[in-house]
């Protein structure tokens, strides 16, 4: 039978109207959990950037030598020469240029240092600082290097012992990277140490706190001396993740604004 498009039409509306009745919150997408928000991780990222450079930007094109022990340090996340991963970075960069890049040259001197367990030496890196910037300014795969590195190294293991800790907000799991990012996953003032030494506690939130005092107490006195001046001076990146924890800025919803060494940083 031939279907007017006057009953067609009301016809669909009802349809629209009866499914719109049956449609229940599980219907539609659910935010994703913590930091694998798009949007949370934004904020995470911009309040990391300003506890290492000062900026919400991410200082992809930055390197230096802070005299903390670790070399040179370059990039987003701050890879060193004395920890491995900017060395990772320089080699995954060569990888997806698929041959030798600008940076090439540094490999090998990269290559010395790690094998003799890292540190400040940095050696046969002369050039370094500028050669990189320039080539971070120029092609858009080394910051790409410096994305993926950043995420197998930091992101995803960061995320991993953060739900493993309970930690499941946006501001619990941005606590946990932020000190992945500063104090590496390993030995006496990484990440899984701080973990251990927070112990068990009774909530999420009093575990943030817990961890939080257990950190200041190894920026304020490192294992390795030679870390000590530059972490004392970065106690402020406690500070501000308490200020934030005590005004429950567990969603890190925007607009966010927030304190750090006597400079105020915003996000809409």
Same mark, same amino acid.
């Given at each position: 039978m031939r279907t007017s498009r006057r009953g067609f039409l009301v016809a669909s509306a009802l349809a629209a109207v009866a499914l719109g009745a049956c449609s229940t919150p599980d219907a539609v997408? !659910?935010?994703p959990? +913590? $930091? $694998?928000?798009? *949007?949370?991780r934004r904020v995470a990222d911009a309040v990391i950037s300003t506890f290492e450079n000062s900026t919400v930007d991410l200082p992809y094109a930055q390197a230096q030598r802070l005299g903390d022990g670790r070399g040179?340090? /370059? %990039?987003? !996340?701050g890879f060193t020469s004395g920890t491995r991963d900017l060395l990772l970075v320089v080699r995954r960069y060569e990888a997806s240029a698929g041959g030798a890049t600008p940076l090439t040259r540094f490999v090998r001197p990269l290559e010395r240092i790690d094998a003799a367990g890292g540190g400040s030496s940095t050696r046969g890196l002369d050039g370094f600082e500028d050669v990189w910037r320039t080539t971070s300014q120029t092609d858009p795969r080394l910051d790409q290097a410096q994305d993926a590195v950043y995420d197998e190294l930091y992101f995803r293991p960061a995320m991993d $012992? /953060? #739900?493993? !800790? %309970? *930690?499941?907000t946006g501001l619990g799991q941005l606590v946990v990277l932020d000190t992945a990012v500063q104090h590496g996953r390993g030995g006496p003032d990484g990440l899984q140490a701080l973990i251990t030494e927070t112990g068990a506690q009774p909530d999420p939130t009093t575990w943030l706190g817990r961890f939080l005092q257990v950190r200041r107490a190894h920026l304020q006195d490192p294992a390795n001396e030679e870390t000590t001046e530059v972490w004392r001076e970065s106690i402020p990146r406690v500070d501000t993740l308490e200020t934030l924890l005590r005004k429950r800025r567990f969603e890190l919803d925007t607009p966010l604004t927030w304190d750090f /060494? +006597?400079? #105020?940083?915003?996000l809409a």
């Open positions: 997408a !659910a935010r959990e +913590g $930091l $694998l928000d798009p *949007q949370r040179i340090t /370059a %990039g987003r !996340a $012992l /953060a #739900r493993g !800790a %309970g *930690q499941v /060494a +006597g400079d #105020r940083f915003s």
